[in-house]
Nanobody
Framework: QVHLVESGGGLVQAGGSLRLSCAASGIIIRTYAMDWYRQAPGKQRELVAGIISGGSTDYADSVKGRFTISRDNAKNTVYLQMNSLKPEDTAVYYC??????????????WGQGTQVTVSS
């Protein structure tokens, strides 16, 4: 069974930094694409950053240059370093991965989410 557990959220002033962690069990993260999503009140969940098995990363335009996704294979943990935070970054942040079940089907796994609040 796959479990993803996020931590590291909190309240921070604009311009500050936070580092989110996503500890995974049931999978070896270096063999899967891992993503961070966020959902602000009244808005749809959006993809923030992703890292694939080969190590390449991608980011939403709104966070490029400010956020960095990384992983520690020894700890089986994915991180999201968030710098220069803005009030519009306020959201619940979720860790996500997709696991192949059969040759034609996949299953999505989500963590419970961690709240990030940026005050102006």
């Amino acid at each position: 069974q796959v479990h993803l557990v996020e931590s590291g959220g909190g309240l921070v002033q604009a311009g500050g930094s936070l580092r989110l962690s996503c500890a995974a069990s049931g999978i070896i993260i270096r063999t899967y694409a891992m993503d961070w999503y966020r959902q602000a009140p009244g808005k749809q969940r959006e993809l923030v950053a992703g890292i694939i098995s080969g190590g390449s990363t991608d980011y939403a335009d709104s966070v490029k240059g400010r956020f960095t996704i990384s992983r520690d294979n020894a700890k089986n943990t994915v991180y999201l370093q968030m710098n220069s935070l803005k009030p519009e970054d306020t959201a619940v942040y979720y860790c996500h991965t997709r696991v192949r079940i059969t040759s034609t089907s996949w299953k999505d796994y989500w963590g419970q989410g961690t709240q990030v609040t940026v005050s102006s």
